[in-house]
T-cell receptor, first 115, second 113 residues
Framework: GAGVSQSPSNKVTEKGKDVELRCDPI?????LYWYRQRLGQGLEFLIY????????KSGLPSDRFSAERTGESVSTLTIQRTQQEDSAVYLC?????????????FGPGTRLTVT | KNQVEQSPQSLIILEGKNCTLQ??????????LRWYKQDTGRGPVSLTI?????NTKSNGRYTATLDADTKQSSLHITASQLSDSASYIC????????????FGAGTRLFVKA
């Protein structure tokens, strides 16, 4: 079956512009995560959606970052007024349910470069 | 503070050799520990998962161990192949009934011919 897909795969933008990144989770997966991975670094948690519960936004680094999810389907991560330090790979993952024992399935990521 | 530390940061080995990657964690309350493999330019893929009561889990040439008392885990790779070149990430989940997972920074493995 189809895995997690993300678009675009690469995005180059000028400093100060807004960008929108898209994630299509595996069908039926109620949990969805966004992570940021800077070059050579580990994954940083950004935000978590679980079903109809309020999302956990505790990992968002600033109010320039926001994310939405439509029901249990597609999610978009928006970065406003991009800065060079926003350059990173943004990874999306989905999981079947909210329990910690379930595996997160990752998408290929969107590589964002802010010039 | 919940933390996951991995060592070494990077490792170079010759094809066919074995290697062991380490993971120490200070996560509490512990739920489970996963090892992920992340190929360059791709998202991480789960290799093994272990709960508190499990102390070893194998997946082909990958064998993970867990010592819940010392809060240490290792990933042993046997008879390495060039395709094993990747980052290996240790991830610990917190048993809060919720979602929280703590990621290590990863070990970058290079397998050379």
């Amino acid at each position: 079956g189809a895995g997690v897909s993300q678009s675009p795969s690469n995005k180059v933008t000028e400093k100060g512009k807004d960008v929108e990144l898209r994630c299509d989770p595996i069908s039926g997966h109620t949990a969805l995560y966004w992570y940021r991975q800077r070059l050579g670094q580990g994954l940083e948690f950004l935000i978590y959606f679980q079903g109809n519960s309020a999302p956990d936004k505790s990992g968002l680094p600033s109010d320039r970052f926001s994310a939405e999810r439509t029901g249990e389907s597609v999610s978009t991560l928006t970065i406003q007024r991009t800065q060079q330090e926003d350059s990173a790979v943004y990874l999306c993952a989905s999981r079947l349910a909210g329990g910690a024992s379930y595996e997160q399935y990752f998408g290929p990521g969107t590589r964002l470069t802010v010039t | 503070k919940n933390q996951v530390e991995q060592s070494p940061q990077s490792l170079i080995i010759l094809e066919g050799k074995n290697c062991t990657l380490q993971c120490n964690y200070t996560v509490s309350p512990f739920s489970n520990l996963r090892w992920y493999k992340q190929d360059t330019g791709r998202g991480p893929v789960s290799l093994t998962i272990m709960t508190f009561s499990e102390n070893t889990k194998s997946n082909g040439r990958y064998t993970a161990t867990l010592d819940a008392d010392t809060k240490q885990s290792s990933l042993h790779i046997t008879a390495s192949q060039l395709s094993d070149s990747a980052s290996y990430i240790c991830v610990v989940s917190v048993n809060t009934g919720g979602f929280k997972t703590i990621f290590g920074a990863g070990t970058r493995l290079f397998v050379k011919a």
